[in-house]
């Protein structure tokens, strides 16, 4: 059995990679305002006055939304990894890790769009996308 890495698993690593690094950073560093820059949460809407409110300011859950940027940041930095693996048994963990990642990600997408009556912003139209697609070349590299 032959086991070297495919060119088409090298360049889902490494297009996982570039897709994981940018969100995630951007997540990690600016979090508010890379949500309201792509419409998932309504710009400068202000809050009412709380514990949790900055006047003027949208909230945002920094802490859950940097979290979710440090996750995607380790997931990108396993596919560099994974990208400069040569041998296939050196990346099995790796892809299922990712499958059951982007799996697992479908699957809460699905859980909310469902008790949210089906409404969501284009992004995150968009975002179900990129996971159903990693997920598919995720699964087929593992069959593979």
């Not at 490494?14 to 940018?22: D, E, R, S």
């Not at 009412?48 to 930095?77: K, N």
């Amino acid at each position: 059995m032959n086991d070297t890495i495919s060119k088409g698993l090298k360049t889902t690593f490494l297009v996982h990679m570039i897709v994981a690094a940018v969100l995630g950073l951007a997540l990690w560093i600016v979090p508010g305002r890379v949500l309201s820059l792509v419409g998932w949460i309504p710009a400068m809407v202000p809050l009412p006055q709380s514990s949790l409110s900055v006047p003027g300011q949208t909230f945002v859950d920094p802490y859950i939304t940097r979290t979710l940027g440090a996750a995607l940041l380790a997931l990108a930095f396993a596919s560099f990894l994974g990208w400069r693996a040569q041998k296939r048994s050196e990346v099995a963990v790796l892809v299922q890790l990712d499958l059951a990642f982007c799996v697992l990600g479908l699957i809460a997408f699905l859980v909310n769009l469902i008790r949210a009556n089906w409404a969501m912003p284009p992004v995150g139209w968009a975002f179900m996308v990129i996971f159903t697609g990693f997920a598919l070349a995720w699964g087929l590299a593992l069959r593979r």
